[in-house]
């Protein structure tokens, strides 16, 4: 089989936001690109934490790669663990301007789309595979109304009723970004490279998610 052939998965991370320096989202996926997972080759992408750039940006990857499969990361400042996002929501609501000054309030991401999508991964199995490993991870109920959510709302439309499957997965930030603020959680990138290495090989070998208890009172 040649380069050429092999199959490719798509791993999005985001440029730095916020006034930050670097994200543990691109960090992670630029550490992956060119990996072979399952015999599929990882595919790294980075997108501009901006409204509407961003899914113009993934359009792009999408054409460039004509993926297989696509987790799309994005930082999570007060997230503990890899936390694999079960459903995006049509909605723009912006607490901080993105990167190029915007702060949507209210306002959907796609005026004439549903109102949610859910993740098409095996979310739940890749959760239970990273425990099993010692990789703290967990379903998220919410990827929040930022850019994160946009590209994720984005995406799972883009490629809603085709035979790609398709998520999102939240991260840490990373021990220097958190220093900054005592006591919020962070972790290394050498976990957050070898959580989402596993967690692409698992979305890629499983067919079907598990059933079990993971929701949340509140």
């Known amino acids: ?3 050429s052939s092999v199959p490719s998965l798509l791993l999005t991370g985001f440029e730095p936001f916020g006034g930050e320096t670097l994200n543990p989202s691109w960090e992670t996926a630029r550490a992956l690109d060119g990996e072979l997972l399952e015999g599929v080759r990882v595919r790294a992408w980075q997108l501009p934490c901006v409204f509407g750039a961003a899914l113009r940006s993934l359009d ?15 930082q999570a400042s ?11 929501i049509n909605v723009d609501d ?3 301007p993105d990167n190029a000054g915007a702060q949507p309030v209210d306002e959907p991401v796609l005026a004439t789309g ?5 993740s098409t991964l095996p979310i739940k199995a890749m959760v239970a595979g990273l425990r099993a490993a010692g990789i ?4 998220s109920q919410t990827a929040g109304t930022f850019v994160c959510n946009h590209v994720f709302y984005g995406l799972q439309h883009r490629l809603a009723g085709s ?6 997965m939240h991260i840490p930030p990373l021990p220097e970004q958190a220093a900054r603020f005592p006591g919020q959680p962070s972790l290394p990138l050498s976990t957050l490279v070898e959580g989402t290495r596993l967690a692409l090989s698992l979305a890629l070998r499983t067919q079907e998610d598990v059933r079990e208890q993971g929701g949340a009172i509140a």
């Open 94 to 96: 912006a607490r901080i």
């Open 60 to 74: 792009q990857a999408l054409a460039a790669h004509s993926p297989l499969l696509v987790l799309a990361l994005g």
């Open 163 to 168: 035979a790609v499957r398709s998520g999102f």
């Open 78 to 88: 007060g997230r503990c663990d890899l936390s694999l996002e079960r459903v995006a």
């Open 1 to 3: 089989m040649t380069s």
């Open 136 to 139: 703290p991870a967990s379903v």
């Open 114 to 118: 549903p109102a949610a999508y859910f």
